[in-house]
């Protein structure tokens, strides 16, 4: 059967009841995207920009950046590749930025909070992913959102160096969900963007007030909590609603236990690790997306994620 799904994989992915689920790469190196392209992903959800230039010691230049991203979206042919603009600080210090120290960091100076003080850095690679447009389907997303005063700063700061750099064409900007103040009121945000891609990772995370990173904790901690389940459906409805997509590029997205459920959340975009991409596209192609919303509606109902998990593996023996 693995080897029917890899002859399949670079078709699309499309449920019993005809609607079409991107599977895309979740990467954070040109060679991974490579890798995802030839495992038949049908673009990028996820590229950790940060991990590009994990190793410089000064800040990349924006002909460096340029040059970097665009690599990536040769790499893939056309597709859409969607690029994280930083995400340092809490648990990925890096050399190049100015981080101070903080008794908490992980709800400290995190992702966009890190702009303000590292404005050259971030110039650099808003020139570089806006000199990208004109090659389409570039999509760019802000890591960190928690507020919209957060986003319209933002979109003022992307506007800006639009005009500066004389430009026309409008750009894709969509945000990242993991932070449960973005998903209570998602509609708010929503209508000033392109897309939603929620990291169940951080979401997780803020919803239950375990740091990820704590293995003691860990079994405390579970995406398949009825509640961090009830805020990806507030932020997938708020989307679909507006006519725009929620995407997941969390680790849930490459869960196979999880994939219905997601969908059945209202999620239309998969950001997963190139080896699951086969795998997830054949499992899409047995699921109906009307069934997939009944079993939602039962497992938001449920009181914790072990009934969740039981539920999944009793419905789909995953
Ligand atoms: C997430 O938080 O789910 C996510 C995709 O971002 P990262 O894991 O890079 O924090
Ligand atoms: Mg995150």
Redesign the pocket.
Same mark, same amino acid.
């Given at each position: 059967a693995h080897e029917q799904n890899l002859l399949n994989a670079s078709k699309p992915a499309v449920t019993i009841d005809g609607v079409a689920i991107s599977v895309e790469g979740n990467i954070g190196s040109l060679d991974e995207a490579v890798k995802s392209a030839q495992s038949g992903a049908d673009g990028i959800g996820?590229i950790?920009t940060e991990f590009i230039f994990a190793n410089n010691k000064t800040i990349p230049s924006e002909e460096e950046q340029y040059k970097a991203y665009s690599d990536i979206l040769n790499a893939m042919g056309g597709k859409p590749v969607t690029f994280r603009t930083f /995400?340092v600080g809490g648990d990925k210090p890096v050399a190049y930025m100015n981080l101070p120290k903080e008794e908490n960091p992980i709800m400290g100076l995190r992702g966009v909070r890190n702009y303000e003080a590292n404005k050259e850095l971030i110039t650099n690679q808003i020139r570089a992913l806006l000199r990208l447009k004109p090659q389409a389907n570039v999509r760019i997303m802000i890591p960190m959102i928690s507020s919209a005063r957060e986003l319209d700063h933002m979109i003022n700061v992307f506007d800006e160096e639009k005009k500066s750099m004389g430009l026309k064409e409008d750009y894709n900007l969509g945000i990242m969900v993991?932070v449960p103040s973005v998903a209570i009121l998602a509609d708010r945000f929503i209508e000033k963007i392109s897309f939603f891609s929620i990291?169940?990772? /951080?979401l997780t995370q803020y919803t239950v007030a375990i740091d990820r990173g704590n293995a003691q904790l860990a079994k405390f901690s579970s995406s398949f909590n009825p509640a961090v389940l009830t805020l990806i459906n507030m932020a997938s409805t708020a989307a679909n609603k507006a006519g725009k997509k929620a995407g997941v590029?969390?680790g849930m997205a490459s869960q196979m236990n999880a994939v219905a459920l997601l969908i059945g959340l209202g999620v239309r975009e998969l950001a997963v690790s190139a080896p699951e991409i086969a795998n997830i596209k054949a499992l899409i192609r047995t699921l109906s997306v009307k069934e997939c919303e009944a079993f939602a509606k039962e497992a938001i109902s449920l009181r914790s994620s072990v009934n969740v998990r039981e539920l999944v593996k009793q419905k789909f023996n995953l």
């Amino acid at each position: 059967a693995h080897e029917q799904n890899l002859l399949n994989a670079s078709k699309p992915a499309v449920t019993i009841d005809g609607v079409a689920i991107s599977v895309e790469g979740n990467i954070g190196s040109l060679d991974e995207a490579v890798k995802s392209a030839q495992s038949g992903a049908d673009g990028i959800g996820l590229i950790r920009t940060e991990f590009i230039f994990a190793n410089n010691k000064t800040i990349p230049s924006e002909e460096e950046q340029y040059k970097a991203y665009s690599d990536i979206l040769n790499a893939m042919g056309g597709k859409p590749v969607t690029f994280r603009t930083f /995400d340092v600080g809490g648990d990925k210090p890096v050399a190049y930025m100015n981080l101070p120290k903080e008794e908490n960091p992980i709800m400290g100076l995190r992702g966009v909070r890190n702009y303000e003080a590292n404005k050259e850095l971030i110039t650099n690679q808003i020139r570089a992913l806006l000199r990208l447009k004109p090659q389409a389907n570039v999509r760019i997303m802000i890591p960190m959102i928690s507020s919209a005063r957060e986003l319209d700063h933002m979109i003022n700061v992307f506007d800006e160096e639009k005009k500066s750099m004389g430009l026309k064409e409008d750009y894709n900007l969509g945000i990242m969900v993991e932070v449960p103040s973005v998903a209570i009121l998602a509609d708010r945000f929503i209508e000033k963007i392109s897309f939603f891609s929620i990291g169940t990772n /951080d979401l997780t995370q803020y919803t239950v007030a375990i740091d990820r990173g704590n293995a003691q904790l860990a079994k405390f901690s579970s995406s398949f909590n009825p509640a961090v389940l009830t805020l990806i459906n507030m932020a997938s409805t708020a989307a679909n609603k507006a006519g725009k997509k929620a995407g997941v590029c969390g680790g849930m997205a490459s869960q196979m236990n999880a994939v219905a459920l997601l969908i059945g959340l209202g999620v239309r975009e998969l950001a997963v690790s190139a080896p699951e991409i086969a795998n997830i596209k054949a499992l899409i192609r047995t699921l109906s997306v009307k069934e997939c919303e009944a079993f939602a509606k039962e497992a938001i109902s449920l009181r914790s994620s072990v009934n969740v998990r039981e539920l999944v593996k009793q419905k789909f023996n995953l």
